[in-house]
């Protein structure tokens, strides 16, 4: 593991002057390279313990998960479904408490793994819960733990087919072992300043937040009212349109074009797949304006079989479940599997503008949709949805302006988005520098 000596804080961020220790020795443990001269390297075993006690008698009944990186209390309303009858085979959880989840290595080499509990209360057993004795500070092992993880040192002491961990691989880990003292002063620092790095994010994530609204906002108004400011304006009846262009019409969807369904062909029949027909599904249209390519493709004798029909480029491919409402453009002849429906517009319609007007619809689109095993849109539901159609000529303009507009906003999204990967990667690289001594702090 490659860690930085010298970490620069991104713009606008706390400054944080650090630096490196007087002199170091070899740790004897490759990827932890060298340490502090008077820090240690010890096994688990001789700080850290297993807590092996139960809920027996339901002393407790604060139920905690594990969760994105972070231990938190389960509402009420979330203990349905797959729970147990009794909670008594739970672990206790006391605050300052490791819980490690130590399961399916081999296949989730993305989530955190493991976090600090701030809470009293109990966990599946399905956990490892690790105490630390006197000698060690928790809240120190934490972030050490928090930096094998993302940089995923934990992922080669699993053992089995899944490539589970148990106690008795953390009991023989190797581990850095500064002094009592200047682990709780480690243990402060990271608290102060990873919080100031985490309110830094957040109001970014506000700010990214504010200019989507303002897009839909800018969207909403222009294909509702067009972008002459003057305009003379009439109530269109339908509550989530509101006012529009008193020349614009109001009209149903399936006065806009043909709308075709979309099939799956047999996945037992080997030559149905594999082929060359772009074939999109639910999981194909992801935070993209035109699409020209899938995740699978279906043969010819697939597409045959299974009696869908190929719309032309410029067709609109909108997602009728799981979820429903998310909206594409057809960048080519394709089809889609019954997740999808399209929509082959006559030419009197742009897709560019009817995209633009139903891709800020996808909360009416969802309370359309009817089903108990899951929620999907009917083909009635979506015919008989509204539209508002201005003249095909504004229809352009209207596509070309809030293409303009809309532009500008995300590239100050993506800038955004870019400074909240900086100061991820920031407190990724200070969190790891600090637990292993290759910084010191001040």
Same mark, same amino acid.
């Given at each position: 593991?490659?860690?930085? @000596?010298?970490? &620069? ?99 989730? &080499? ?25 000698? $060690? ?7 050490? =733990?928090?930096?094998?993880?993302? !940089? ?17 691989? =953390? ?15 480690? $243990? ?45 304006? #009439? ?17 149903? *969807? ?6 075709? !369904?979309?099939? @799956? ?35 010819? $004798? ?6 869908? &029909? ?9 997602? @009728? ?19 999808? #429906? ?25 309370? *359309?949709?009817?089903?108990? &095993? ?9 015919? !008989?949805?509204? *539209? ?21 906003? $995300? ?15 920031? #407190? ?15």
């Amino acid at each position: 593991m490659n860690y930085k @000596t010298e970490l &620069t804080p991104p713009m606008n961020s706390t400054t944080i002057k650090l630096q490196v220790y007087t002199s170091y020795k070899p740790s004897g443990v490759e990827w932890l390279g060298d340490i502090p001269e008077h820090w240690e390297v010890l096994p688990g075993l001789n700080f850290i313990f297993e807590n092996m006690d139960r809920n027996k008698g339901m002393k407790r009944n604060t139920i905690l998960s594990l969760s994105y990186g972070k231990i938190r209390v389960k509402n009420d309303n979330e203990l349905t479904g797959l729970v147990p009858e009794s909670f008594e085979t739970y672990q206790f959880v006391n605050k300052g408490d490791l819980i490690f989840r130590p399961t399916d290595l081999q296949n989730d &080499t993305v989530s955190l793994r493991s976090s600090i509990s701030e809470f009293d209360g109990i966990i599946t057993n399905a956990y490892l819960n690790l105490r630390f004795k006197k000698k $060690a500070d928790s809240k120190f092992y934490h972030y050490f =733990f928090r930096s094998i993880d993302n !940089n995923k040192i934990i992922y080669g002491l699993g053992s089995g087919l899944r490539q589970n961990i148990s106690y008795l691989d =953390f009991r023989r880990f190797q581990f850095p072992f500064p002094p009592l003292q200047e682990q709780t002063a480690i $243990a402060k620092f990271l608290d102060d300043k990873t919080a100031k790095i985490d309110q830094a994010i957040v109001i970014k994530q506000q700010q990214i937040d504010l200019l989507k609204q303002r897009r839909q906002i800018l969207i909403h108004k222009a294909v509702t009212q067009g972008i002459n400011p003057n305009v003379k304006l #009439k109530d269109s009846g339908v509550e989530w349109i509101g006012m529009i262009a008193e020349h614009w019409e109001v009209t149903k *969807l399936k006065n806009t074009g043909k709308l075709i !369904n979309g099939a @799956t062909p047999s996945s037992t029949i080997l030559n149905f797949w594999d082929g060359d027909i772009t074939w999109v599904t639910p999981s194909d249209i992801n935070n993209v304006f035109i699409i020209d390519n899938s995740e699978r493709l279906i043969s010819k $004798a697939g597409y045959k079989s299974c009696g869908t &029909t190929m719309v032309p480029k410029g067709s609109l491919i909108l997602t @009728t479940r799981a979820p429903i409402g998310k909206i594409v453009i057809a960048g080519k002849e394709l089809c889609t599997n019954q997740g999808c #429906k399209s929509l082959v517009l006559n030419k009197d319609f742009i897709s560019d503008y009817l995209y633009y007007q139903i891709s800020i619809c996808s909360d009416i689109l969802n309370s *359309l949709g009817t089903g108990t &095993t899951f929620m999907e849109l009917s083909n009635k539901a979506l015919k !008989n949805f509204l *539209l508002v159609i201005p003249t095909k000529k504004e229809q352009i303009e209207i596509s070309n302006y809030i293409e303009n507009a809309t532009d500008k906003i $995300a590239k100050v999204i993506s800038l955004k988005e870019q400074e909240i990967e900086k100061l991820k990667q920031y #407190k990724s690289s200070l969190i790891d520098g600090v637990v292993t001594g290759k910084v010191k702090i001040n």
